[in-house]
C-alpha cells in the first residue's frame, strides 16, 4: 500500500511545490538554482510550523516572480492557519497558471476534504478536482484511490469501482482499497461477492478500524450490518477497539436483534469516548427501551440531560419514553423542558398536546395541537389528532369537520374512521358507526381499536354472533385490549354466558393496570409518529 493514502484528507504536500514544467521532485537537483533554495526554505519553515516566517518569504519571493510553485506553497500557509477562503484561491491560481502542476490539485481537494463538515458541497467539489487531475494524470493513484471513496460516498459505486480499477495492481489488494470495493457490492446488492470481499477484507493484515470506520454507512444502507459486526469483532480480536469503533458495533448489533451485546458495546464506547459523547447515552436509552428496560432508559437519559441540559432533543425523548410508558406527570415536566428549549419545534407542541389530553384534559391540549398545525400546515396527522381533540372536548362543530378532512388521507384514514364510529356509536347511532368502522378496516383490518368498537355496535344491534367474531379477532391482536375485554363481558352479561364472572376479573385486573388510559394514549401517538425534527 502506498503509506500516503489515508480514507480522510492527507496532510497538505509541500514538497517540490515549486516544480513548473512537470511534477517532478526538482527539489532533489543536485544543484539547486537560487530560486529553488528559496523554496527549500519556506518548505523547511513550514515544516518547522514557522508559518509567519513562511509567509513573508512567499511574499519576498513573489515580488521578484509569478510562480505557481509558491502560490501552492501559500495555499499550504493559509490552510494550515485555518485561512480556507485564502487557500482555496491560492491553490486554485496555482492550478490556474500551471494547469498540469499536480500538487495544488491535491491540495486543494484534500482541503475541501477537511472542510466538508463545514459545508455539505465540499466533497462533491473535491471529488471534482481529482476527476480534474485525472485527466492529464489518469495513473495518479491517490487521485484514484480518494475519487473512489468520494464517489463510494456518495452512492455512485459503480464509478467508484472504476476508479478501483486504475489503481495499480498491489494497490488493488491492499485493505483499503478491497472496503471500498467491499462497499461498492454491497451498494450494487452484489450479496456474494459482498461477501467474498469481506471475507478477505478480515484476513488482510493490514485491515485497520479506519477503513471498517469508512465503509460502515454504505454498509448500514444497504441493510449489511451483519458485516459491520463481522468486520468490527475481527479488528477486536488483534487489538482493543476506539470509542468510535465500539460505537460502530453497539448499533450494528442492534439492527441485527443482539441487544445485550449492542448494551455493551456502547457502555463500552461511552466509557471510551468520555461526558462529551450524550449521542451514545441516547442510543443507550433507545436500546433499553427495546429490551423493555425502561428505568434503564430513563437513567440514560437523565445522565444525558445532566452533561448537556440545553440539549432539547434530551428531555423530549425522555417524555417520549414517559409517555409511552404511561408516566404522565414525567412526561409532562420533561416535554415542558424541551418546549422551554424550542417552543417553535413541531415533534415537541405535538407530544405536549398528548400529555395534556390525560394529564390535563383535552382542552388543554387543543392550543398545542393548534400550534402544531401553524407550523406544519400541510401534515394531515395533525388535523386529526386537533379533531379528536376537539371531540374529546364535546367541540363537535370544531372537531367533526376536521376528522372528516382526515378520512381523505391514507396515512389517517383508519383512524379518522375509527374516532367518528366511535362518535356515533357514544350518540346511540349503531349503524351509521358499524358504517364508518368497516371504513376504517377497509384500510386496515387489524386494527383493534375499530375491531373493540364494532363489537359494540354489533353488540347494541343484538347481532351478538357478528360481536363475537369481532371481539375475538381484537383480542387475537392484542389480548389485554381495554375496551374489547371490556364490550365482551358486556356480551357474556346479554347472553348468559358462563364466562361472565372470569371475564369480569379480568376487566378489573387490566383497568388497575390503566390499560384503557394506555392504549388511547399510543392510539394518539400512533396518530403522529414521534421524530425530533418535526418532519
Known sequence: MNSCWSHVALPLAVFCGFALSSNSALCQSSSPTEREKVIIEIQDLIDRDDLDAARQKVYEAQKGMTDSGLDNLLGVIEAKTRDYAGAEGSFAIAISRTPTFTAPYLNLARLYQENAGRDPKDKAKALAVYEQLLKFDPANTEANYQAAVLSMEQSRYAK?????????????????????????LAGLGDRM?????????????????????????VLASAK???????????????RALSGQSLRTLGLAYEKTGKLSDARRALEQAFSSLGSSSTGILLDLARVGQEQKDYQGALGYLAHAEDLNPKDATIPYYFGILCLQSNFLAEAQKAMAKALALDPDNPAYNYSMGAVSVFEQGPEQAIPYFQKYLRLKPQDPRGKLALGAAYVRAKNYEAGLPLLRESTNHSETASTAHYYLGRLLNQEDDPQGAIQELQLSLKSNPDYPDALAELGRSLLAKKEYRQAQGALDHALALSPDHYQANLNLLLLYAKTGDARRDSQSQRVEELKKAAEEKSQELSRIIEIRPFDNSGN
Open 160 to 184: 467508484s469501482q472504476g476508479y478501483l480499477s486504475h489503481l495499480p495492481p498491489d494497490s488493488q489488494d491492499s485493505s483499503q482499497a478491497l472496503a471500498v470495493r467491499c462497499a461498492d
Open 224 to 238: 449489511r450490518e451483519d458485516l459491520i459486526v463481522g468486520l468490527e469483532e475481527a479488528l477486536a480480536k488483534r
Open 193 to 217: 461477492h459482498t461477501d467474498q470481499c469481506a471475507a478477505r477484507l478480515r484476513s488482510g493484515p493490514d485491515f485497520s478500524e479506519a477503513d471498517a470506520q469508512v465503509i460502515a454507512p
